[in-house]
């Protein structure tokens, strides 16, 4: 019976390793998620342009429509991005805020825009 009660000192060890190891996984995973470091921008569905998401300065990119005429304007500062300027009515896309992390997007739908953080590797040209 004392057996038993060595075993769980030698299990709360366990849990805990296990529950550090887990947390600095947790950790390592959150930080690969950040690693989003290019920005996709999409004009009516369409691949409009692929930038790097990190600048040394500030970068304003001017999204233009098939007639040329600039629908939106498109701000990197500090490695996030977010539109500074965009003629749409509900100027949604404007007051979203920055994105920074792979997945997020901002989209402006009177214009057809869409602006996502996308990885470095290319996730979606690699086969499954
Ligand atoms: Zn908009």
Not at 84 to 103: F, G, P
Request: charged share 30%.
């Amino acid at each position: 019976m004392k057996r038993k009660k060595k075993f769980s000192v030698v299990d709360i060890v366990i849990v805990a390793v296990v529950l550090i190891t887990a947390f600095s996984a947790l950790i390592f995973i959150n930080s690969l998620g950040n690693a989003g470091n290019k920005v996709e921008i999409s004009v009516d569905g369409e691949v409009y342009k692929t930038v790097t998401l990190k600048t040394d300065k500030k970068k304003e990119i001017e999204i233009k429509d098939k007639n040329g005429k600039v629908t939106n304007i498109l701000v990197l500062e500090n490695d996030t991005a977010y539109i500074k300027w965009a003629s749409c009515k509900n100027q949604d896309c404007v007051k979203h805020n920055s994105i920074s992390k792979i997945d997020e997007s901002i989209i402006c739908l009177p214009n057809k825009v869409e602006v996502r953080i996308i990885s470095n590797s290319g996730v979606e040209d690699a086969a499954w």
